[in-house]
């Protein structure tokens, strides 16, 4: 039975203070490019409603040169806490671009130094900015000044496994007025792969005053825990363990206030969610929806009978009658046949 030790339980009883922001729940649903739209941040919402949510990752170059602020901005006022990512390596550029997000409605901005994407850390931006930490010093700086809301820094631990740096890195984004950092326990050479190096986020946590969010392998409330219980951080930020299961985020944030597990959905549950995500992102993009829908959909579609046979189908779905069609037969074949836990290998991105 998983439990939670008491000094876990005290240093994660008050809420979460981002500088003068406070967040009431300690776990949070991570930027993810294409993935953390509006629709998806509002499935996310009905299980965590304390969470800080986060949008896809904002050029600020983009922003610069457009007059209408891209749908990736675009918040809804009622889903508080947002915070609005934005990446680049210019701090004017920054600075600016974190003004017209403060504009939308973002309570902090977070700055993407993490990305480990070639066509991101070539132009300068992302992991790039662990081997320029004098430039992402001025970007912190730049952008701090822009803005009257928190700025917050997400990264890794260095640019590869002899250039781990997150030390100094971490030290220099605090000092430069970052009110929280997210730490993903790998280098940019890893990827994601290879296991999250939680002793690193355990170091960054000794020396800052300011939160520490781990993040990087938390796919269960049970690693949740072991990563605070080894760590110390402030809180978790949860990534691709969210991909096909916005159920995640919720279900640590509720054993964390109290020490109680959630049933698990089931498949016929997962299906039914996965419904939901096709019919708004429809709703939301049109057309578009429907083919960003696809890659949603075989992540839900796993760990039951006829899962394989169900991805296939609607990884190629041409409209949101067929995708609705093939899940409600899916759906209406496990309720007749009662459906079985069939663990499959985990479908996450590359």
Same mark, same amino acid.
Not at 303 to 319: P, Y
């Given at each position: 039975?998983?439990?939670?030790?008491?000094?876990?339980?005290?240093?994660?009883?008050?809420?979460?203070?981002?500088?003068?922001?406070?967040?009431?729940?300690?776990?949070?649903?991570?930027?993810?490019?294409?993935?953390?739209?509006?629709?998806?941040?509002?499935?996310?919402?009905?299980?965590?409603?304390?969470?800080?949510?986060?949008?896809?990752?904002?050029?600020?170059?983009?922003?610069?040169?457009?007059?209408?602020?891209?749908?990736?901005?675009?918040?809804?006022?009622?889903?508080?806490?947002?915070?609005?990512?934005?990446?680049?390596?210019?701090?004017?550029?920054?600075?600016?671009?974190?003004?017209?997000?403060?504009?939308?409605?973002?309570?902090?901005?977070?700055?993407?130094?993490?990305?480990?994407?070639?066509?991101?850390?070539?132009?300068?931006?992302?992991?790039?900015?662990?081997?320029?930490?004098?430039?992402?010093?001025?970007?912190?700086?730049?952008?701090?000044?822009?803005?009257?809301?928190?700025?917050?820094?997400?990264?890794?631990?260095?640019?590869?496994?002899?250039?781990?740096?997150?030390?100094?890195?971490?030290?220099?984004?605090?000092?430069?007025?970052?009110?929280? &950092?997210?730490?993903?326990?790998?280098?940019?050479?890893?990827?994601?792969?290879?296991?999250?190096?939680?002793?690193?986020?355990?170091?960054?946590?000794?020396?800052?005053?300011?939160?520490?969010?781990?993040?990087?392998?938390?796919?269960?409330?049970?690693?949740?825990?072991?990563?605070?219980?080894?760590?110390?951080?402030?809180?978790?930020?949860?990534?691709?363990?969210?991909?096909?299961?916005?159920?995640?985020?919720?279900?640590?944030?509720?054993?964390?206030?109290?020490?109680?597990?959630?049933?698990?959905?089931?498949? &016929?549950?997962?299906?039914?969610?996965?419904?939901?995500?096709?019919?708004?992102?429809?709703?939301?993009?049109?057309?578009?929806?429907?083919?960003?829908?696809?890659?949603?959909?075989?992540?839900?579609?796993?760990?039951?009978?006829?899962?394989?046979?169900?991805?296939?189908?609607?990884?190629?779905?041409?409209?949101?009658?067929?995708?609705?069609?093939?899940?409600?037969?899916?759906?209406?074949?496990?309720?007749?046949?009662?459906?079985?836990?069939?663990?499959?290998?985990?479908?996450?991105?590359?």
């Amino acid at each position: 039975m998983l439990t939670l030790s008491s000094d876990l339980q005290t240093r994660l009883a008050q809420p979460l203070k981002i500088g003068a922001f406070e967040v009431k729940s300690r776990v949070l649903q991570s930027p993810l490019s294409g993935v953390t739209d509006l629709v998806f941040r509002r499935l996310v919402r009905r299980h965590a409603p304390d969470s800080m949510m986060y949008t896809e990752m904002v050029n600020a170059t983009g922003l610069h040169y457009v007059k209408e602020l891209p749908i990736l901005m675009e918040v809804d006022p009622n889903e508080r806490p947002i915070s609005i990512q934005l990446f680049d390596c210019r701090p004017d550029f920054l600075a600016e671009a974190a003004q017209k997000a403060v504009g939308e409605g973002a309570d902090t901005v977070d700055l993407n130094m993490g990305c480990p994407v070639n066509k991101i850390t070539k132009n300068g931006g992302g992991s790039s900015l662990l081997r320029q930490p004098e430039l992402a010093e001025e970007i912190v700086r730049s952008v701090v000044n822009a803005v009257d809301v928190p700025v917050t820094v997400k990264t890794r631990i260095g640019w590869t496994e002899k250039e781990i740096n997150i030390l100094d890195f971490a030290k220099r984004m605090e000092d430069a007025g970052a009110k929280m &950092i997210t730490v993903h326990g790998r280098t940019r050479a890893q990827g994601y792969n290879g296991a999250a190096k939680w002793e690193w986020i355990a170091k960054v946590k000794e020396v800052l005053s300011i939160p520490v969010i781990a993040n990087g392998d938390i796919f269960s409330v049970e690693a949740a825990v072991r990563c605070l219980e080894f760590t110390k951080a402030d809180g978790v930020m949860c990534s691709r363990g969210t991909l096909g299961y916005p159920f995640l985020v919720g279900e640590i944030d509720y054993f964390l206030k109290t020490g109680t597990e959630k049933i698990k959905p089931t498949p &016929i549950e997962r299906l039914e969610c996965a419904r939901d995500h096709l019919q708004m992102l429809w709703e939301y993009k049109g057309d578009r929806g429907v083919r960003q829908a696809r890659k949603h959909m075989t992540w839900y579609s796993k760990g039951f009978a006829g899962a394989a046979e169900l991805r296939g189908q609607l990884s190629v779905i041409e409209n949101v009658t067929q995708g609705l069609e093939l899940l409600d037969q899916a759906i209406e074949r496990l309720s007749r046949s009662g459906w079985q836990e069939e663990p499959e290998a985990e479908l996450l991105p590359v």
